[in-house]
């Protein structure tokens, strides 16, 4: 099963796609494929909380900030990629030319390629595109990538879900 779980910051969504991951039947190990780079402290706050929130549940953590068609992804292995978002940001902002297709093909093809090796897939991502602010160039690159990445995992998965207030909301697929 492939699924896109999105949501607004602190929604819930993380929880929530955790949560679907685990009640899946499987016969892998669960991994937690973390795709954000520890810079700063609130990227390590974020970090901890996120490593806090997944305590118990048997997840192993495989870091992978960019590059997702290289991860050694073990076969049929129940993997949570937390979060689509940041490993945008990290393909498109890596060099100093901002190539938006380059960008876009190497997350494709990555997210394919664990497609194809694990047995599940949720991808977790934020909903960034509801608050019509205008934004320089470069902002707007990241976002209309992000919105390609979505609109195109979409269509592909089994299954669609917001996350409201740690509520889910489906828009393609039915609830596990």
Known sequence: MTALV???????????????????????????????????PAAQGRIRRHQAL?????FSTLERSRDLEGALIPEGAAV??????NLAANELFSSEELNVEGAFCRIQAGL????RTAEHLVVVSGDLFRDGAAYPRETQLYLDLLSRLQRDLAARADQVVEVVCSLPVFWKGANV
Do not use: H, I, N, Q
């Open 112 to 115: 394919e390629a664990v497609d």
């Open 54 to 58: 997944r305590e118990g549940k048997g």
């Open 6 to 40: 999105f949501g607004a910051s602190a929604s819930g969504k993380s929880g929530y796609g955790e949560d679907l991951l685990c009640a899946l039947p499987r016969r892998g190990e669960l991994l937690y494929l973390a795709t954000m780079e520890p810079f700063g």
């Open 80 to 85: 949570l990629l937390e979060d689509l978002d």
